[in-house]
Structures are given as structure tokens and as C-alpha cells.
């Protein structure tokens, strides 16, 4: 007499995981199951419009990125104060406790307002001032920025250096 080894999985055992949860989930009552929503075909096309916008907003704000070298050199009270080479944000060397500004002027040639929001990175940032640092520009209109570094009485006698960023995105509101 032949006897058959094999033997058969039930089939609760033979989903494995995705059984289990989906014999628990049948459990459970309506109101606690979780799922998602069914989306229609009028709501999936205004999200795809809607991530195509956000997307070109952002290769917008990418784009319109400007990156500037900011430097100083801290030099003991009583030192000649050197003349900055010919670069926008060099601010050259000074002594502590005393101050020196550069001013950027922004301008909006285009139709819509820009949202301009500035960063300072590095090791200059502990010791710049920024007149405004976030702002809107209409159209036509220009802005002036002053960028002011002062070291203090505290500061090491060395050079400072960092970055100044500047992000530029167009900005509807519609008030």
C-alpha cells in the first residue's frame, strides 16, 4: 500500500503575512479598517497639475540662485585698514569694534513680484548683519540691502569667510 507524503496547506497558512492581515482586517469592524481613498480621474489629473506646478516652482527657486564669496580679516586695533580687492562682499581687513557695509540693490524687472530671501553660511555669519533679510519686490520696484560687519572686541584675529545666498522665486498673493 502506497502511502502520499505530501500534505496540504490549509489555505490560511499558504497567504503568509498577507493573509494573516487581510483575515484580521475582516475582523475588524467597517468603521476601524484602513484604506485609501478611491481617487476619480478628476482628482488624480488636478494632483498631477498641481506636482507639475510645485515642480517648476522649484526648478524656478533653483534657477534664480545667486552665491556669494563674503570675506573679512580681523587684524589687531591700530593697523592700516587694507582696501578690499574689487569683489562685492570682501569687506577687507578691520580692526575689532570697527564696522564696514556693502550694499547689494535688487531689482525687478519682470511682471509678477519675487520673494528674495537671503541666507549667510560659514564663519562670517557670526559676525554680518543683514538689513532685510526676507522681502517681496513688485514689479518695477528695487530694494536696497546693506550687509554689515562688525567684529567684536571678543573676536579672533583671523580671516572670516563664508557664503551669502540669495534666493530669488517668483510670488503671487492675491492681495
Known amino acids: 500500500m502506497a502511502t502520499d507524503m505530501s500534505t496540504e496547506i490549509p489555505p ?4 503568509g503575512l498577507g493573509g494573516l492581515w487581510g483575515s484580521l482586517a475582516q475582523r475588524w469592524p467597517r468603521r476601524l479598517r484602513l484604506g485609501w481613498p478611491r481617487l476619480t480621474r478628476l482628482r488624480l489629473a488636478v494632483l498631477g497639475v498641481a506636482a507639475v506646478l510645485v515642480a517648476l ?3 524656478v527657486a533653483v534657477t534664480s540662485t545667486s552665491i ?3 570675506t573679512v580679516v580681523v587684524v589687531p586695533v591700530g593697523d592700516a585698514i587694507g582696501l ?16 564696514s557695509e556693502k550694499k547689494i540693490v535688487f531689482e ?3 511682471r509678477i513680484p519675487t520673494a528674495v530671501m537671503i541666507l549667510e553660511w560659514g ?4 559676525l554680518m548683519g543683514i538689513s532685510d533679510a526676507f522681502f517681496v519686490i513688485d ?12 567684529p567684536p572686541p571678543s573676536a579672533d584675529l583671523k580671516e572670516y569667510s563664508g557664503k551669502v ?4 522665486v517668483p510670488w503671487w498673493t492675491p492681495w
Open 68 to 70: 556669494y564669496t563674503a
Open 165 to 168: 545666498i540669495v534666493v530669488r
Open 108 to 110: 525687478n524687472n519682470g
Open 123 to 126: 564663519g562670517i555669519g557670526d
Open 139 to 150: 514689479p518695477g520696484d528695487k530694494k536696497e540691502i546693506t550687509f554689515r560687519v562688525e
Open 12 to 15: 490560511r497558512q499558504a497567504r
Open 84 to 99: 578690499p580687492p574689487p569683489s562685492q562682499l570682501d569687506f577687507g581687513e578691520l580692526p575689532t569694534g570697527i564696522a
Open 57 to 59: 516652482w522649484a526648478a
